[in-house]
Nanobody, 124 residues
Framework: QVQLVESGGGLVQAGGSLRLSCVAS????????MGWFRQAPRKEREFVAA????????YYAGSVKGRFTISRDNAKNTVYLQMNSLKPEDTAVYSC?????????????????WGQGTQVTVSS
């Protein structure tokens, strides 16, 4: 069982930055690929970014590529999402997720554990 707790969300003006963190419980964090998804009101959940268990591979949605960076610190059981040049359309609840296969994926159904999410609001 892996528990995920996100933090770092908040209100920011367009063009600003935020860094989300997700801390995982347990001693097997390094075996899991990690991902970030987001869901805006009245919209489907969408993939944002993923990182492989080793940290050697990263994947991004086209809408955030070049603006967001995913990283991980296996010693701290933590995955990060650095978000720069934020836009109002980035407003959503951002959730951290863990994939036991270790590779990372843009498909939500390939992830095993989910956090509760943290709200990000970008004002124009």
């Amino acid at each position: 069982q892996v528990q995920l707790v996100e933090s770092g969300g908040g209100l920011v003006q367009a063009g600003g930055s935020l860094r989300l963190s997700c801390v995982a419980s347990g001693r097997t964090f390094r075996r899991y690929a990690m991902g970030w998804f987001r869901q805006a009101p009245r919209k489907e959940r969408e993939f944002v970014a993923a990182i492989s268990a080793s940290g050697g591979s990263t994947y991004y949605a086209g809408s955030v590529k070049g603006r967001f960076t995913i990283s991980r610190d296996n010693a701290k059981n933590t995955v990060y999402l650095q978000m720069n040049s934020l836009k109002p359309e980035d407003t959503a609840v951002y959730s951290c997720t863990a994939d036991g296969a270790g590779f990372g994926s843009s498909r939500a159904d390939e992830y095993d554990y989910w956090g509760q999410g943290t709200q990000v609001t970008v004002s124009s």
